[in-house]
Nanobody, 121 residues
Framework: QLQACGGGLVQAGGSLRLSCAAS??????????MGWYRQAPGKQRELVAA???????NYADSVKGRFTISRDNAKNTVSLRMNSLKPEDTAVYYC???????????????WGQGTQVTVSS
């Protein structure tokens, strides 16, 4: 239900912008918090950044000051601008969205398919 794009190979110090958009039948849900996780080889998945529907943001300490998360509520999209990239930022990045049904009180999470970010030294 989420499509992520924008990953790639970049040199240390460079920038990338990841984007994630909802697809399919989403008319009956509300997109609440959206964000990005990442998982490096041999490591657990970690939260990189999140943004609430109202625009409140949260960042991992390791990316504060370098990454910026934003969203478009009308289009149900979330983006991650990554500056001053470091080799340790290399990982597969996954977008997610916490959604709730307009018709019921149910809530669940959508995940994107993951996009590879590789930062060379």
């Amino acid at each position: 239900q989420l499509q992520a794009c924008g990953g790639g190979l970049v040199q240390a110090g460079g920038s990338l912008r990841l984007s994630c958009a909802a697809s399919g039948s989403i008319g009956s849900v509300i997109f609440n918090t959206m964000g990005w996780y990442r998982q490096a080889p041999g490591k657990q998945r970690e939260l990189v950044a999140a943004i609430t529907r109202g625009g409140t943001t949260n960042y991992a300490d390791s990316v504060k000051g370098r990454f910026t998360i934003s969203r478009d509520n009308a289009k149900n999209t979330v983006s991650l601008r990554m500056n001053s990239l470091k080799p340790e930022d290399t990982a597969v990045y996954y977008c997610y969205a916490e959604v709730s049904s307009i018709l019921t009180s149910n809530s669940w999470r959508y995940w994107g398919q993951g996009t590879q970010v590789t930062v060379s030294s």
